[in-house]
């Protein structure tokens, strides 16, 4: 699908030279002298390269076209997850390296969605939100009491990350998995 230069947005997934294409950075910029053009930062997902491309605002880019499928996670081995998809209950392997850091968050069944490009799993979005186990965390110190005041935790699954003075060992939260940040206590 054709779209305009302007319309790129940042995890937007383009077909350039001969190659896919994730858009991690846009910029649109209007210089006093000449036309505008959009400033975009992208990296192969084949070849795992980054890019920097200049568009003018009247070039059109190819969109790439995704298929989405919902599939439910089964298990893991050395180097790939496993998951199914709930109507047919095909399975599917996807590579450890696809998924990245956002694996250790899979527990059995959680529900995700899979993105295909031609036929090739290329990318797997987790829910917003799940819960997770805090495994070891700091003793809040008393007087701390300021509410910007946060302390290291490591979860279950060995994900480090920040969480307030009140919440202790064997506490069940809620982690956003876009940013991996802490949201609630359960």
């Known amino acids: 699908m054709k779209i305009n230069a302007g319309e790129i947005r940042v995890g937007m997934l383009l077909e350039y030279k001969n190659d896919l294409w994730q858009v991690l950075k846009?910029?649109?910029v209007k210089p006093g002298k000449g036309g505008a053009f959009a400033q975009v930062e992208m990296k192969s997902l084949n070849k795992n390269t980054k890019l920097?491309?200049?568009?003018?605002s009247s070039e059109n880019v190819e969109k790439a076209s995704l298929d989405e499928t919902v599939y439910n996670y089964l298990y893991e081995d050395e180097?790939?997850?496993?998951f199914m998809e709930p109507k047919t209950f095909e399975q599917i392997e996807i590579k450890k390296d696809i998924i990245g850091e956002k694996g250790k968050l899979l527990k059995e069944n959680l529900e995700v969605s899979v993105s295909f490009y031609n036929a090739n799993?290329?990318?797997v979005e987790l829910?917003?939100?799940?819960?997770?186990?805090?495994?070891?965390?700091?003793v809040a110190i008393k007087g701390q009491t300021v509410s910007s005041s946060y302390k290291p935790a490591i979860l279950e699954?060995?994900?480090k990350i920040q969480v307030p003075p009140?919440?202790?060992?064997g506490d069940e939260i809620i982690l956003d998995t876009r940013n991996f940040e802490y949201i609630k206590k359960i």
């Open 121 to 123: 799993p290329i990318s």
């Open 127 to 138: 829910p917003n939100q799940v819960s997770c186990k805090i495994d070891t965390t700091d």
């Open 79 to 82: 180097d790939n997850y496993f």
């Open 52 to 56: 920097n491309e200049r568009f003018r």
């Open 26 to 28: 846009t910029q649109h």
């Open 157 to 159: 699954n060995g994900i």
């Open 166 to 169: 009140f919440v202790n060992v």
